[in-house]
């Protein structure tokens, strides 16, 4: 049996980055960008107003005030979309939309609301000339080529995760594909005579085959592709031939049969047929795992991770180790899971000496977290996982957490914060 640690180094040691795949740039949400990306022009590409206004001088509006608004000719309107032909003079103004270029000569945009054309509109008096309610300083309400982006500047860098700002920033730039690490395909088998489709009607010594749509589930939450290669009986032969279904795939998943029992057959087709790193691991729920690889007719070694058949140590066991490698596989450096401390409310024993994964339910109250275990924690009771936002980690070493003691609780679901 080996520690936790050791199980997950070697698995990482194995997997590396995939290669980088151009897609249109909506579909890359969530991907990690493959190449750096600099502007080819600035952003906004030339000034323009920030409001709906008129675009002045600013020595035509010095002394301005509501009581005695400065008078200005308005020489013309210059719309969003439209260059502007139209040059401000002193006293004169241009009537200009939001996002309009400027016009040459103007250095202040005078919002709407600063003029008196509310007023004028009423009155029927003269379009021809706007009152300018309010002094303002050079520069005012107007939006300066570059000021977002500079021409040639580094806007986004490889390996950076894509959120929606970052798919928009490429957008302003005028990216219809982006280059990105692809996501990592994951075949996910189940095996065990007992296990039945959801789509079959219930039979006696039978139950449901969970662990096909909560692993797939796990692989798409963290940025993954599952293919589902269904249900292999605990056969020799049949287990073989459907796995030899997921060789083209970058990770191969089983579920059950990697325990000692004299249908657990996994491990059993992974020594003939592949090898194996290892197939215990110092830790609960999830002892009986196995690693190791199986080699592709081109002679490439796919990674195959044999988790527990048991729903809750399936589960737990991808969260320590399948989350972290596919992660890696997607291109990002940071392969932690996020953890708190919390107060413990339970008391916890640990009697065999084993890491232990206890589905606890976090909760902050006086500036501190506090945990409380959902209930009973068999391996077969799936809904503690439901129930549960966080696992407490109790070490090997330690024979019982007492309540009011601290422990480290690593909070279920990834943290796809960026990597800095």
Request: include cysteine; aromatic fraction near 6%.
């Given at each position: ?26 579909d ?19 000034d ?29 309107e ?37 003029t ?11 379009e ?22 500079a ?11 894509l ?52 692993l ?16 292999a ?9 459907a ?19 004299d ?11 592949g090898?194996?790193s ?7 729920p ?22 527990p ?27 932690t ?15 065999d ?15 501190k ?15 503690s ?7 407490a ?9 007492k ?5 480290e609780?690593m ?10």
């Open positions: 049996m080996i520690s936790v640690e050791e199980a997950l180094g070697r698995i990482l040691d194995f997997v590396s980055v995939l290669e980088p795949e151009e897609k249109p740039l909506l890359c949400l969530g991907q990690v960008l493959a190449e750096d990306v600099y502007a080819p022009f600035g952003v906004p590409p030339q323009n107003s920030a409001m709906d206004g008129y675009a002045v001088q600013a020595g035509s509006i010095e002394g301005a005030s509501y009581e005695c608004p400065r008078i200005l000719r308005v020489v013309g210059v719309a969003a979309g439209c260059v502007a032909e139209l040059k401000v003079e002193p006293e004169t103004a241009v009537r200009i939309m939001t996002g309009a270029s400027l016009p040459k000569g103007a250095d202040i945009v005078v919002p709407f609301e600063a008196d054309e509310v007023d004028r509109k009423r009155t029927l008096a003269s021809t000339e706007i009152g300018i309610r309010c002094e303002l300083p050079i520069g005012s309400n107007i939006r300066c080529s570059g000021e977002d982006i021409k040639g500047e580094l806007v986004i860098k490889r390996g950076r995760l959120h929606p700002a970052e798919l928009g920033v490429l957008a302003s730039l005028g990216k219809g594909t982006v280059s990105v690490i692809r996501r990592p395909v994951v075949a996910i088998l189940v095996t065990g005579n007992e296990v039945l489709d959801i789509n079959q009607p219930l039979l006696p010594g039978k139950i449901y085959n969970s662990n096909t749509y909560s797939a589930a796990q692989v798409l939450s963290y940025g993954g592709i599952p293919r589902l290669l269904g249900i009986p605990d056969n020799i032969g049949q287990l073989s031939n796995l030899r279904h997921g060789l083209d795939c970058d990770m191969l998943i089983t579920s059950g049969g990697v325990s000692l029992g249908y657990d057959v996994v491990k059993q087709v992974l020594a003939a047929e090898d194996i290892f197939w215990t691991v110092r830790m609960k999830g002892k009986p795992l196995a690693f190791g690889t199986f080699t592709r007719d081109n002679g490439k070694k796919v990674p195959h991770l044999g988790l058949g048991n729903p809750v140590s399936s589960m737990i066991t991808f969260e320590v180790f399948a989350c972290p490698a596919i992660v890696k596989m997607r291109g990002r450096r940071n392969l899971k996020p953890s708190i401390t919390a107060v413990m409310e339970d008391s916890i024993k640990n009697s000496g084993r890491r232990i994964f206890a589905r606890v339910i976090v909760s902050g109250r006086e500036g977290y506090f945990a409380r275990l959902t209930g009973p924690q068999g391996s077969g009771i799936l809904t996982m439901v129930k549960a936002n966080g696992l980690i109790i070490p090997e070493t330690t024979k019982v957490v309540s009011g003691a601290t422990v609780v909070m279920l679901g990834w943290d796809e914060a960026q990597d800095e």
